[in-house]
């Protein structure tokens, strides 16, 4: 059974940059045809979308946060990761990475809040 | 990017049946179908179907989904007490390559 698991920093102060890692076991990121997400959820809202990777490192983005956003995938040691420069008070969310088939988002991980504050 | 519409709360009795919606275009919805996610307070999402009317191993059987146009819709039938829940629809918008989310609809069972 896969699964994923968020770790990072859980404060991060404004203008720094927020970094996340999220290890996959169970499974393999080259699995073919999953693809891995990155998605947020600010506390008490909805859910947004950061960017989707494949393992070929094909990769899309959420145009409102691409020119702040960098990820990666480590397929040696099966970790997805998450670069947000720049962070504001608005970048605080609970932070989760997901993966599976296009656009069928079977395996998520437990999610890690991260805090924007000084 | 434009997210999908979802009422922000439907409300229905015990054992009763509810059905859930989410608008997109014919761009996302209306081109590939819409997924749909269930999340308990303090939980992860949940995968409850894809592609329109698609349950991953495990999901109960009183759930299922379906799309008419640009309208992607969640039934749940017998509403238990287990069922209160957030749920969210997404869809991939194949104009823009982004993958979007509605705001959410709180389930709320009486």
């Known amino acids: 059974q896969l699964q994923l698991q968020e770790s990072g920093p859980g404060l991060v102060k404004p203008s720094e940059t927020l970094s996340l890692t999220c290890t996959v076991s169970g499974g393999s990121l080259t699995t073919n045809h999953y693809y891995w997400a990155w998605i947020r959820q600010p506390p008490g809202k909805g859910l947004e979308w950061i960017a989707t990777m494949y393992k070929t490192g094909t990769t899309d983005y959420s145009p409102s946060l691409k020119s702040r956003v960098t990820v990666s995938l480590d397929t040696s040691k099966d970790q997805l990761s998450l670069r947000l420069r720049s962070v504001t008070a608005a970048d605080t969310a609970i932070y989760f990475c997901a993966g599976g088939p296009w656009q069928q988002p079977d395996y998520w991980g437990q999610g890690t809040l991260v805090i924007v504050s000084t | 990017q434009a997210g999908l519409t979802q009422p922000p709360s439907v409300s229905e009795a015990l054992r009763q049946t509810a059905t859930l919606t989410c608008i997109g275009n014919n761009d996302d919805v209306g081109n590939g179908g819409a997924a749909w996610l269930q999340q308990h307070q303090g939980h992860p999402p949940k995968l409850l179907s894809y592609?329109?009317?698609n349950r991953p191993s495990g999901i109960s059987e009183r759930i299922s989904a379906s799309r008419s146009g640009n309208t992607a819709s969640l039934t749940i039938t017998g509403l238990q007490p287990e069922d209160e829940a957030d749920y969210y629809c997404s869809a991939w918008d194949n104009s823009l390559n982004v993958w979007v989310f509605g705001g959410g609809t709180k389930l709320i069972v009486l």
């Open positions: 592609r329109n009317n």
